[in-house]
C-alpha cells in the first residue's frame, strides 16, 4: 500500500543505501566471475553468505525507516490507515524472516 505522494522514510539515507547496493552490486559480479573461473566452491559459498548478510543489512535498515517513519506517523493519524500500514509492515516482516 504505497503512498506515491508521501516521502520515503529512508530519504535522508538514500545516498547512503544507493552506495551499499552497488557494493553489493560488485560483489554479485565478483562472484559470477568467481564461477567462471571455477573457484573453490567454499570460497564462492563464503562470498554469497557475504552478499546474503549485506542485503540482509539494507533490508533491516529499510524496515527501520519504514516503522519509524511511515507506520509511526500513521499510527499517530491513526484509522484504517494504520490498520493498513501495521499489516503491511508485519507482512515486510515476515517475508524478511522467511528469507
Given at each position: 500500500?504505497?503512498?506515491?505522494?508521501?516521502?520515503?522514510?529512508?530519504?535522508p539515507q538514500k545516498e547512503n543505501y544507493a552506495k551499499r547496493l552497488r557494493?553489493?552490486?560488485g560483489q554479485v559480479r565478483g562472484i559470477a566471475k568467481m564461477i567462471d573461473e571455477d573457484k573453490y566452491c567454499i570460497d564462492v559459498l563464503t562470498q554469497i553468505?557475504?552478499?546474503n548478510s549485506a542485503l540482509q543489512s539494507v533490508a533491516l535498515g529499510l524496515l527501520d525507516e519504514h516503522l519509524?517513519?511511515?507506520v509511526s506517523h500513521a499510527v499517530?493519524?491513526?484509522?484504517?490507515?494504520?490498520d493498513a500500514k501495521l499489516?503491511?509492515?508485519?507482512a515486510a516482516i515476515a517475508?524478511?524472516?522467511?528469507?
Open positions: 500500500m504505497a503512498d506515491e505522494n508521501a516521502t520515503p522514510g529512508y530519504s557494493r553489493i552490486e553468505s557475504a552478499v519509524g517513519h511511515c499517530a493519524a491513526g484509522g484504517e490507515e494504520a499489516a503491511e509492515a508485519s517475508r524478511l524472516v522467511r528469507s
